[in-house]
């Protein structure tokens, strides 16, 4: 029960670099217990899936006796795997169908201690097997996953899983993802997945599978997330196969290392603590110090507690106001100031009275002297109204659309011109005056073309009548010619490429 409290802290305490082992070890100590019974207590972890022969516990260069050692397999901490596929991209079937095998193979490693859950992603994630759920239908649950993902939310997918592991209740938690690595997110990146990764105790494990081999420097998003969250990653380009090894120890890369125990005894002050771990492999592996700090005891010592000091008289309150002021009439009334105290409403109507009464008679004259004198009276009721201030309306969106019009001298459904595919497929016939081309169904002219963004490039006429592209401000652009432009009015015969996809415009019909 020792093992499952050590693992329940943070993975990620600290990282260290490895001697002869390679890879990373990553560990965590902590002072734990009462005063008189504090135990040392240090849990670990190694990036590669080895099997521990000794682990030893030194604090300020001395090895510490009676220190034990506790492998998490022999434990009973439990462990959580999500799986997440990416099914973006139909041209991708094969490669999601062996996703969808591998990891159905990858299940069959799990036992009673082992959690496992399987989601799917593209523009959005997808929850097949949720974790906890039985394993013995998993080929039928994901019978019906296929590559019918139009967009890539790489970072929020994973960011989403993430907060799937979280509410597990597992020691250790690890999301597999499996991905050509292509991302289209534009609110998410790297750095938030890996943050949020860490602060939930998570291990990222990267497979990366890639069509072609120009489409293996994709992968590099994949390998990061694993590297910098403690995780492995593998890779194959087509038909080759993943690593066997990888197969083999799948789950230990998680569930590797275990804890050290050890008695703190007479140890005080600040201490600096060390791992060695040597493994069955003849490898071995030293951490970085920890730097500890036991409190020495305080000596208990009888305070006597002095006898209180007398609490000084309050100060008599200072008279209000309104006393105040009748204190001057005491000279001809002696309780002026006490009466006032006391009826303090009516001392103010009192005092205050003669001057109103003394403003309305001043009012009054002011009056009636303007009116004899014949000076018209201010009409407020027919004062002319301030001209209001006129109000701009701030349009906003997200639809770039919006921003290109078109000047309404083209008649409504002749025919503009025509965008003729340089493939030789079927020609687009022009006949609106603000035309939207992209990759998204709500585009006025579709592409299906990975290379093309959602929303790529507008087509309008200008005000002079002359037929004008514009570039939506996209990664991969838009060429008139071999050239590069973000606005260009089209001629007849010119060669419009968004992406990889190239057109030759055609004026009239």
């Not at 609490?311 to 002026?336: H, M, R």
Request: charged share 20%; proline share 6%.
């Amino acid at each position: 029960m020792r093992f499952i409290f050590l693992f329940a802290m943070i993975v990620f305490g600290a990282t260290f670099n490895a001697s002869a082992a390679g890879g990373k070890l990553y560990s965590d100590c902590n002072i734990v217990g009462p005063d008189g019974a504090q135990l040392f207590e240090c849990a670990f972890r190694s990036r590669e899936p080895k099997v521990v022969k000794r682990a030893e516990l030194s604090v300020n260069g001395q090895p510490v006796s009676g220190a034990s050692f506790s492998s998490f397999l022999d434990g009973d901490g439990k462990a959580a795997w999500l799986f997440l596929i990416d099914r973006s991209n139909p041209r991708r079937a094969a490669t999601v169908k062996r996703s969808v095998e591998l990891v159905s193979d990858l299940y069959a490693q799990a036992n009673a201690r082992n959690i496992m859950a399987v989601a799917t992603f593209a523009g959005d994630m997808q929850m097949h097997i949720s974790p906890g759920d039985p394993y013995a239908d998993v080929a039928q649950r994901l019978a019906g996953v296929t590559a019918d993902g139009a967009a890539t939310a790489f970072y929020l997918s994973a960011i989403q899983a993430i907060e799937v592991l979280e509410s597990v209740d597992a020691q250790r938690r690890a999301l597999v993802i499996i991905s050509d690595g292509k991302a289209e997110d534009t609110a998410y990146g790297h750095g938030d997945v890996v943050d949020k990764a860490r602060a939930a105790g998570v291990v990222i494990y990267g497979i990366g599978f890639a069509e072609r081999a120009s489409e293996t420097v994709d992968l590099q998003q994949v390998e990061r997330l694993a590297s910098e969250t403690g995780g492995p990653f593998v890779s194959a380009v087509g038909d080759a196969p993943l690593p066997r090894n990888f197969l083999a120890n799948f789950t230990r890369y998680l569930t590797n290392g275990g804890s050290v125990s050890a008695p703190a005894g007479e140890l005080v002050g600040e201490l600096s603590t060390r791992l060695d771990i040597a493994y069955e492999d003849g490898t071995s592996q030293q951490s970085d110090a920890f730097n500890l700090y036991i409190k020495r005891p305080e000596p208990v010592v009888d305070v006597v507690e002095p006898a209180p000091e007398p609490e000084p008289e309050p100060e008599p309150a200072p008279l209000p106001l309104i006393a105040k002021i009748y204190q001057s009439f005491e000279g001809i009334w002696t309780e002026a100031s006490q009466w006032a105290l006391a009826n303090q409403a009516v001392a103010w109507l009192l005092l205050v009275a003669p001057f109103v009464l003394l403003a309305m008679i001043v009012l009054v004259l002011l009056k009636r002297s303007r009116e004899e004198a014949g000076e018209p009276a201010a009409d407020l009721q027919n004062a002319e109204p301030e001209p209001e201030t006129p109000i701009t309306e701030v349009l906003s969106g997200d639809d770039l659309r919006t921003t290109v019009l078109a000047n309404g001298s083209v008649n409504a459904g002749m025919m503009i011109g025509a965008f003729e595919p340089l493939d030789g497929g079927p020609r687009f016939e022009i006949r609106e005056q603000n035309v939207t081309i992209g990759r998204h169904s709500e585009n006025d002219f579709q592409l299906d073309d990975e290379t093309v963004h959602r929303h790529h490039a507008v087509f309008h006429i200008s005000p002079d009548g002359h037929p004008v592209i514009t570039d939506l401000d996209t990664v991969n652009g838009v060429t008139v010619n071999g050239e590069r432009v973000s606005k260009a009015e089209l001629k007849s015969g010119d060669v419009v490429a968004l992406g990889e996809a190239q057109f030759r415009f055609v004026e009239g019909g």
